[in-house]
């Protein structure tokens, strides 16, 4: 079945460090999203992109959609200690969209 | 609060028992989904539901799990005959239909879950 492959597992960077983490698929995606998770919360969207070669800006976060559709950027510029959390990747895996797979996500951890 | 409001948070129960989460989804939103969430990994989709009509299951969801959105607006899911496996992150999520980049974008609004352990 398909699978996101999120990379690196987990970080831990000092406050003021760029953050940039990845996601690669197994298939073609036509949607890719970022979420962020916070501990006892659900993901939140952080980034969606639909078209490949765009990137797309909110904040400091900066995500970029693969020119192949097989892969997905995310940038965290100038991390501040609220970055903490577990970054996922996502893309809908059926046909109508409606379903979303997850990839294992990325921690991240900011020391200030 | 008009997010996803989910109930309970969480849930201790014994093997065996059966339990039921609520959710309430944004008011204005007629998707619902359920996902599961197990430590170290991401949401695992479960169902989909447009209004009232149950589009779409996952094999995870077992004979055990059923989900029910009976007037289109909050939704149960209930797990009969718990198993130890079933602990777990119950999430919910709501999208409207129709938002930018077209009618199946991905983009969820989730509630902050419903936590089970089953002893």
């Known amino acids: 079945g398909q699978q996101l492959n999120q990379s690196p597992q987990s970080m831990f960077i000092q406050e003021g460090e760029d953050v940039s983490m990845n996601c690669t698929s197994s298939s073609i995606f036509n949607t890719w999203l970022w979420y962020k998770q916070e501990p006892g919360e659900g993901p939140v969207l952080l980034i969606a992109?639909?078209?490949?070669?765009e990137l797309t800006s909110n904040g400091r976060l900066t995500a970029q959609f693969g020119i192949t559709r097989k892969d997905s950027f995310l940038n965290i510029s100038a991390s501040i200690p609220s970055d903490v959390g577990i970054y996922f990747c996502a893309g809908p895996f059926n046909q109508a969209g409606t379903a979303l797979i997850f990839g294992k996500g990325t921690t991240l951890s900011v020391s200030s | 609060d008009t997010g996803v409001s989910q109930d309970p948070r969480h849930k201790i129960t014994k093997r065996g028992q059966n339990v039921t989460f609520r959710c309430d989804p944004i008011s204005e939103h007629n998707r619902l989904y359920w996902y599961r969430q197990t430590l170290g990994q991401g949401p695992e989709f479960l169902t989909y539901?447009?209004?009232?009509?149950?589009?779409?299951k996952s094999r995870l969801l077992s004979d055990r799990f059923s989900a029910e959105r009976p007037k289109g607006s909050f939704s149960t899911l209930e797990i009969q005959r718990t198993e130890q496996g079933d602990s777990a992150m119950y999430l919910c999520a709501s999208s409207p239909f129709g938002t930018s980049g077209g009618a199946n974008t991905g983009e969820l609004f989730f509630g902050e879950g419903s936590r089970l352990t089953v002893l």
């Open positions: 539901f447009q209004n009232e009509a149950q589009l779409e």
């Open positions: 992109l639909y078209k490949a070669g």
